[in-house]
């Protein structure tokens, strides 16, 4: 089965510096990735998506993130962090249709802003 | 159109307790889960079904029954409450394809005393 690893289970950035939030997936064949972005108390939300239709993906809020096949990595950027960008990410593979097309999460990243 | 409600939205239970939770959405979509999410392990996928009628095992089944008589609903069922069962449960849906986005309601919190 595919996997994701989602490295630091918590990240502090200050207002107005770059975010980075790593995942590294474990597949035999071409994954489809998703990031996903939990507020609190609340359901998950897409941030973006990989598809293989292009390795750099864009998504909302100014969140990005590229596929890069040799490193098995979909790191999450963003150039500038807000203070509204505080929440809890989560990475997750596809494990396709023979599977339901469920999704296995990673463990979660929490990201902290500091004013 | 409300995506997907789930209800109740907080619950206690003693052990040994049974409950039922409720997952509705108005999407039409053929796909539905229920997850689990505990702290430091992400989401983890308890059951799931590919269309009405149908449902099927995910990583963590034990404990849990559901059921899918209706497209727009999915069920989750505890029928004798344990502590570790203490958790937030998500259920999503998908309309049907990998590529599409899985929708997620706002979650249910569950602790068992």
């Known amino acids: 089965a595919q996997s994701v690893t989602q490295l630091g289970s918590h990240v502090s950035v200050s207002e107005g510096a770059l975010v980075l939030l790593r995942c590294n997936y474990s597949s035999s064949v071409p994954p489809y990735l998703f990031w996903y972005v939990q507020y609190p108390n609340q359901g998950l939300q897409l941030l973006l998506k990989?598809?293989?239709?292009?390795?750099l993906v864009k998504g909302i809020n100014g969140f990005e993130a590229e596929f890069k096949k040799s490193e098995t990595s979909f790191h999450l950027t963003k150039p500038s962090a807000h203070m509204s960008d505080a929440a809890e990410y989560f990475c997750a593979v596809s494990q396709g249709p023979n599977a339901g097309n469920m999704l296995t999460f990673g463990g979660g990243t929490r990201l902290m802003v500091k004013p | 159109n409300a995506g997907v409600t789930q209800t109740p939205k907080f619950r206690v239970l003693k052990t040994g307790q049974s409950m039922t939770l409720l997952c509705a959405q108005d999407m039409n979509h053929e796909y539905m889960y229920w997850y689990r999410q505990d702290p430091g392990m992400g989401l983890r996928l308890i059951h799931y079904?590919?269309?009405?009628?149908?449902?099927a095992k995910g990583e963590v089944p034990d404990g849990y029954n559901v059921s899918r008589l209706k497209k727009q609903n999915f069920l989750l069922g505890l029928e004798s409450a344990a502590p570790s069962q203490t958790s937030v449960y998500f259920c999503a849906s998908l309309r049907e394809l990998l590529t599409d986005t899985q929708y997620f309601g706002p979650g249910t919190r569950l602790t068992v005393l």
């Open positions: 079904s590919v269309g009405e009628g149908t449902t």
């Open positions: 990989y598809t293989s239709a292009a390795t």
